[in-house]
Every structure is written in structure tokens, then in C-alpha cells.
Nanobody, 126 residues
Framework: QLQLVESGGGVVQPGGSLRLSCAAS????????IGWFRQAPGKEREGVSC????????SYADSVKDRFTISRDNAKNTVYLQMNSLKPEDTAIYYC???????????????????WGQGTQVTVSS
């Protein structure tokens, strides 16, 4: 059964760090681009970061550039999102998703992704 499961969310103070994990089952993760998205209360879901298939080219939203790092462990079939220097505006539910077509680059549109995890809550508050 194809599945994505996020973990690692929690409550952290401003300036703190968290590492989110996205564990895949039912498919080989590095064949697909994997994106991280987030949705804050009352706001639309937005792209945060993405890692392409195969060579693993990465991309970031301007709001998280130089603070977040996406990576992939093929042996564990898992993608990570290391989040440093967290700000209150990073508070959201974070989702990982698989891009629809294999061997592809990252995409920015939600409809380009076909499988989504259940999400993990990140709260940045003092």
C-alpha cells in the first residue's frame, strides 16, 4: 500500500529547530520528486521545499531559504526537512507529497502531487 507518513512536529520556541521526517512505503522514494508543504490556519497550503528525483536537486520558498534544508535517505526511503531558526510565522501543519510523474523535477502546483501524508503540526511559540 502506497503511503507517506510525516513525523517530528511539535512545539518549539522561536529560534529553535525541528527535523521533520517523511517515510514512504509502497514505492521507491528517489524515483519521484517529493515536496514539503504547509498550511497555517485560515491560509492556503503553500510549498516550502522540494527535492527532485534521482540527482536530488533541491528548491526552497523564499520565506524558508537559508533556514530549512531538505534531504533524502534512500536506504530508509525517507525525506527529511531540517528546520532551523524557526519563527512564529512557520507555525502550520506540514505535509509531504509525491509528485505525480516519476523521474521528474519539482513542481510548485498542488495538483502536480498525487499522494499526501496526514500532516504533522509545528507550533513556534514562546
Amino acid at each position: 500500500q502506497l503511503q507517506l507518513v510525516e513525523s517530528g512536529g511539535g512545539v518549539v520556541q522561536p529560534g529553535g529547530s525541528l527535523r521533520l521526517s517523511c517515510a514512504a512505503s509502497g514505492f521507491t522514494l528517489d524515483v519521484y520528486a517529493i515536496g514539503w508543504f504547509r498550511q497555517a490556519p485560515g491560509k492556503e497550503r503553500e510549498g516550502v521545499s522540494c527535492i527532485s528525483s534521482s540527482v536530488g536537486r533541491t528548491s526552497y520558498a523564499d520565506s524558508v531559504k537559508d533556514r530549512f534544508t531538505i534531504s533524502r535517505d534512500n536506504a530508509k526511503n525517507t525525506v527529511y526537512l531540517q528546520m532551523n531558526s524557526l519563527k512564529p510565522e512557520d507555525t502550520a501543519i506540514y505535509y509531504c507529497a509525491r509528485r505525480r510523474s516519476p523521474y521528474g523535477r519539482c513542481g510548485t502546483k498542488l495538483y502536480e502531487y498525487d499522494y499526501w501524508g496526514q500532516g504533522t503540526q509545528v507550533t513556534v511559540s514562546s
